[in-house]
Nanobody
């Protein structure tokens, strides 16, 4: 079994910062892409940022210049540094990972962490 556990969410004021973490554990052979998604009330889940095992990144246009994704392959952990937060960033943030286990590659999700930005 593989688990993704997120941490670092919370309530912040507009302009504030947060750092989200997501650690993968279990019977992991390797991890390919990792990413962060978010889902605001009444909206579809959307990709925020993603990073390959080699460190290539991509971001949603709405977060470019404010969010930074990084990862520590030795710790099977992905991070999301969120700066200059806006009320529209309020959402549940989910971690996602493409995990290679003994019998193949599977997509796993974390349980989500709430980010609330007050105006």
């Amino acid at each position: 079994q593989v688990q993704l556990v997120e941490s670092g969410g919370g309530l912040v004021q507009t302009g504030g910062s947060l750092r989200l973490s997501c650690a993968a554990s279990g019977s992991i052979f390797s991890i390919n892409a990792m990413g962060w998604y978010r889902q605001a009330p009444g909206k579809q889940r959307e990709l925020v940022a993603a990073i390959t095992s080699g460190g290539s990144t991509k971001y949603a246009d709405s977060v470019k210049g404010r969010f930074t994704i990084s990862r520590d392959n030795a710790k099977n952990t992905v991070y999301l540094q969120i700066n200059s937060l806006k009320p529209e960033d309020t959402a549940v943030y989910y971690c996602n990972a493409e995990v290679v286990v003994t019998w193949g590659e599977y997509n796993y999700w974390g349980q989500g962490t709430q980010v609330t930005v007050s105006s």
